[in-house]
Nanobody
């Protein structure tokens, strides 16, 4: 079972940028799809972006397209989410997760991190 630890969250003004990181250990990170999700207070967790094991395929939520970029470094067992032009509605706890890659886009994720808080002030 892979362990995931997110970092890089914080407080930023609207229009600013943040880069989230996800460090993986204890599993074969390079064989998994890696996704980012977020959950705002009082709302359900929602999909943000996903990247295939090789990094060749990516998918984004409409809210993330054009502003967020997902990437991964399999040699370092890390993944990232670059977030630009941040808006107050991007405020949430952001989670990284991995999936076995049996379908695209993934239907189910098997490991989750503990999350990192992103707060965007207006």
């Amino acid at each position: 079972q892979v362990k995931l630890v997110e970092s890089g969250g914080g407080l930023v003004q609207a229009g600013g940028s943040l880069r989230l990181s996800c460090a993986a250990s204890g599993g074969t990170f390079s064989s998994y799809d890696m996704g980012w999700f977020r959950q705002a207070p009082g709302k359900e967790r929602e999909f943000v972006a996903v990247i295939s094991p090789s990094g060749h395929y990516m998918d984004y939520a409409d809210s993330a397209k054009g502003r967020f970029t997902i990437s991964r470094d399999n040699a370092a067992n890390t993944g990232s989410l670059e977030m630009n032009s941040l808006k107050p509605e991007d405020t949430a706890v952001y989670y990284c997760a991995t999936a076995y890659g049996s379908s695209w886009p993934p239907l189910e994720y098997h490991s989750w991190g503990q999350g990192t808080q992103v707060t965007v002030s207006s």
